[in-house]
């Protein structure tokens, strides 16, 4: 078994902050590349971050830069997404993933393929 399981989604005002988990039970190849995406109704699915986890290497999308935070636990296989001055377009769906490669050229997926089953983030002016 190696579905994420996201937790930590909630309402919360413009300007707030949130932190989403993910525990991720697969082996460490199944982990190689782990990720946050999100998606709003209507819209297409989008990569907000990701990390390489053996490495340390992190990306983030344009939109969120230096406000969200993408970091890791691997003693506990917990993925972290911290989310800081939010805003009302960050409504939206967020999802954990994992997989056992890393392309940061394909922003709605970074080519992983272990999907877990959301978490819903909502954001009031």
């Known amino acids: 078994q190696v579905q994420p399981v996201e937790s930590g989604g909630g309402s919360v005002q413009a300007g707030g902050s949130l932190r989403l988990s993910c525990a991720a039970p697969?082996?460490?190849?199944?982990?190689?590349?782990m990720g946050w995406f999100r998606q709003a109704p209507g819209q297409e699915r989008e990569g907000v971050a990701g990390i390489v986890t053996g490495s340390g290497y992190t990306y983030y999308a344009d939109s969120v830069k230096g406000r969200f935070t993408i970091s890791q636990d691997n003693a506990k296989r917990t993925l972290y997404l911290q989310m800081n001055n939010l805003k009302p377009e960050d409504t939206a769906m967020y999802y954990c993933?994992?997989?056992?490669?890393?392309?940061?050229?394909?922003?709605?997926?970074?080519?992983?393929?272990?999907w877990g089953k959301g978490t819903l983030v909502t954001i009031s002016s």
């Open positions: 993933a994992a997989g056992e490669t890393c392309d940061f050229r394909l922003p709605t997926s970074y080519g992983m393929n272990y």
């Open positions: 697969g082996d460490t190849r199944s982990r190689y590349c």
